[in-house]
T-cell receptor, first 111, second 113 residues
């Protein structure tokens, strides 16, 4: 399967803990995006990379959130000191030309 | 800035009936338009997209959509739905040249036997 992959698929954590998610884009896609989706809502943009450069960050991305794409391939999204409001589906997408292709998402539950 | 409004949060329909899911958008610049489908606990799958050219766009699973620039709409249609079409459908826009997607709030399509 050469699609976008995300790991883990599910994460349950306690409030205050740190979590990290990984996204592996489709090979040779130079743009990678992170979105957050809460129940009953459409996905909301968080940040995106072109190769290893982080080009845009949403105001939704508080100081507790950090994303990296160190070698322009896979990306990680870290949330520090998780809060219950961080519970959501975190979606990664990679893009070629004008179309974004999404991974299966990581569902985070903060207890 | 762009925004997307999906006019119906839920659409119940019987199997083999036609369906239309409505989407309106607002943008000060030209945009690309997309419809994605999301099955429970899964990511988003691209149904179809409008980039330029013919305003009637055909996608996967028998869906089609029509871009109407004057009404800033991009409604999704299917002439005959199946039980397997039950899912959440999202309309989205992005500015020309790419960039982030702006999504609507989604329409839950429920197909009943």
């Amino acid at each position: 399967d050469t699609g976008v992959s995300q790991d883990p698929r599910h994460k349950i954590t306690k409030r205050g803990q740190n979590v990290t998610f990984r996204c592996d884009p489709i090979s040779e896609h130079n743009r990678l995006y992170w979105y957050r989706q809460t129940l009953g809502q459409g996905p909301e943009f968080l940040t995106y990379f072109q190769n290893e450069a982080q080009l845009e960050k949403s105001r939704l991305l508080s100081d507790r959130f950090s994303a990296e794409r160190p070698k322009g391939s896979f990306s990680t999204l870290e949330i520090q000191r998780t809060e219950q409001g961080d519970s959501a589906m975190y979606l990664c997408a990679s893009r070629v030309t004008d179309t974004q292709y999404f991974g299966p998402g990581t569902r985070l539950t903060v207890l | 800035a762009q925004s997307v409004t999906q006019l119906d949060s839920q659409v119940p329909v019987f199997e083999e009936a036609p369906v239309e899911l409505r989407c309106n958008y607002s943008s000060s610049v030209s945009v690309y338009l997309f419809w994605y489908v999301q099955y429970p606990n899964q990511g988003l799958q691209l149904l179809l997209k409008y980039l330029s050219g013919s305003t009637l766009v055909k996608g996967i699973n028998g869906f089609e959509a029509e871009f109407n620039k004057s009404q800033t709409s991009f409604h999704l249609r299917k002439p005959s739905v199946h039980i397997s079409d039950t899912a959440e459908y999202f309309c989205a826009v992005s500015p020309l040249g790419g960039g982030k997607l702006i999504f609507g709030q989604g329409t839950e399509l429920s197909v009943k036997p």
